[in-house]
């Protein structure tokens, strides 16, 4: 199983990113996926999750109407559009596969800096 | 301010058996298992205990879990210095329809 983050990178209040998370190891349509952030020395917070068939998607309320959560199981990628950034939303993003009632596999994370 | 509730800090001697607390709500903890994961300065996280008192392949048996209603604990025995790390609990949340972590533990290894 690897999971690949990228996209990341320095961006003004106000504005736009989009993370992507490459997938590979694994039936990526099977399976929930996940992004989860870290804001500098701080510690994990869950952003949101996608079902394998996107049929269920939900988001943390310090994200819901800015972010939004996709993939393409044809290209077995995941993907987080994220607008109106914030400075609090400086942090490493990890994209994270769901196993049942767990987070089994993470990426290496992709660093976002929102600043002007 | 995190859902669930973890110490900012722990420590021990190599050897000694040291436990982390995670404390929570009926929403969570309470109704679903918990999961921790071990975090390495600069690294990802990874997962260490699954369904409460699971270990995955590789991970060893001086780490174990257990949970008694809405809160759980990590045991960690035989502590060696590469067990330095921040660790974290998380479970799902029914009433966030989400993830809830705790705000993480550094373990020292004196």
């Known amino acids: 199983v690897q999971l690949v983050e990228s996209g990341g990178g320095l961006v003004k209040p106000g504005g736009s990113l989009r993370l992507s998370c490459a997938a590979s190891g694994f039936t990526f349509s099977s399976y929930t996926m996940n992004w989860v952030r870290q804001a500098p020395g701080k510690g994990l917070e869950w952003v949101s999750s996608i079902s394998g068939s996107s049929s269920y998607i939900y988001y943390a309320d310090s994200v819901k109407g800015r972010f939004t959560i996709s993939r393409d199981n044809a290209k077995n990628s995941l993907y987080l559009q994220m607008n109106s950034l914030r400075a609090e939303d400086t942090a490493v993003y990890y994209c994270?596969?769901?196993?049942?009632?767990?987070?089994?596999?993470w990426g290496q994370g992709t660093l976002v800096t929102v600043s002007s | 301010q995190s859902v669930l509730t973890q110490p900012p800090s722990a420590s021990g001697t190599p050897g000694q058996r040291v436990t982390i607390s995670c404390s929570g709500s009926s929403s969570n903890i309470g109704s679903n298992t918990v999961n921790w994961y071990q975090q390495v300065p600069g690294t990802a996280p990874k997962l260490l205990i699954y369904s409460n008192n699971q270990r995955p392949s590789g991970v060893p048996d001086r780490f174990s879990g257990s949970k008694s209603g809405t809160s759980a604990s990590l045991a960690i025995s035989g502590l060696q210095s590469e067990d330095e790390a921040d660790y974290y609990c998380?479970?799902?949340?029914?009433?966030?329809?989400?993830?809830?972590f705790g705000g993480g533990t550094k373990l020292t290894v004196l």
């Open positions: 994270a596969r769901g196993s049942s009632s767990w987070l089994e596999y």
């Open positions: 998380a479970a799902w949340d029914d009433s966030r329809s989400g993830w809830v």
